[in-house]
């Protein structure tokens, strides 16, 4: 069964730390999608990234960087030199095309992140 | 560009009475809609999708049903709330094709007393 697991309920890290949130998945197909959402508090979330399963190339966009390692089903996120505006909840999703309801986002639980100033 | 839309921003409501939650998106056409209810410190949860007009799946069986009148507009309805129905909804939309990022709303986040 396809799963996301995201073991961090909550991260407090104080500003300027570097801090990586954790995304292990389960599918069991070789074509698959990854996604990364942030959840501010005023609770829009925001799409940070789509990874497909072919390209395991890391990704790095200003101070957020994506591991895609799928040899340990894992897709971490980085935040380096992390800010007080990065205080969010972060979710990670699974897309499986071969899903009976193939729309579906598979969710995580999420992380809290807290960066302390 | 592309904007989505929902109201009101919250709501509380007595226990029995009706609901109905609009949904817009702006920008696009034919774009998949979702509905997704996250409870208080919680995940999400999806509620209901639809690829087309008058093209509703449910994903959960509850006492909420949805609507796709037009093209571009999605309405979450119920006959009468529980107080389980409490929640911050939360309207998505996708472009065609099951590969897409889902793109969210602002959200409605309800209570039922």
């Known amino acids: 069964a396809q799963k996301v697991t995201q073991a961090q309920t909550e991260i407090s890290v104080v500003e300027k730390e570097d801090v990586t949130l954790d995304c292990v998945y389960e599918t069991r197909d070789t074509t698959y999608y990854l996604f990364w959402y942030k959840q501010p508090p005023s609770g829009e979330l925001v799409f940070l990234i789509r990874r497909n399963s072919f390209d395991e190339q890391n990704e790095i966009s200003g101070r957020y960087s994506w591991n895609f390692q799928k040899s340990t089903s894992s897709f971490n996120f980085t935040i380096t030199a992390s800010q007080v505006v990065d205080s969010a909840v972060y979710f990670c999703?699974?897309?499986?095309?071969?899903?009976?309801?193939?729309?579906?986002?598979?969710w995580g639980a999420g992380t809290k992140l807290i960066i302390k100033p | 560009s592309q904007t989505i839309h929902q109201w009101p921003a919250t709501l509380v409501q007595p226990v029995g009475s009706p609901l109905s939650l609009e949904c817009t998106v702006e920008g696009t056409s034919n774009p998949n809609l979702y509905w997704y209810r996250q409870a208080a410190g919680r995940g999400l949860q999806l509620l209901f999708y639809s690829v087309g007009i008058g093209q509703i799946s449910s994903e959960v069986p509850q006492n909420l049903s949805a609507s796709r009148p037009q093209d571009r507009q999605f309405i979450l309805s119920s006959k009468k709330l529980l107080l389980s129905d409490s929640g911050f909804y939360l309207c998505?939309?996708?472009?065609?094709?099951?590969?897409?990022?889902?793109?969210f709303g602002p959200g409605t986040r309800l209570t039922v007393t």
């Open positions: 999703a699974l897309s499986d095309p071969f899903l009976d309801s193939n729309y579906q986002l598979i």
């Open positions: 998505a939309w996708s472009r065609q094709g099951h590969v897409n990022e889902q793109y």
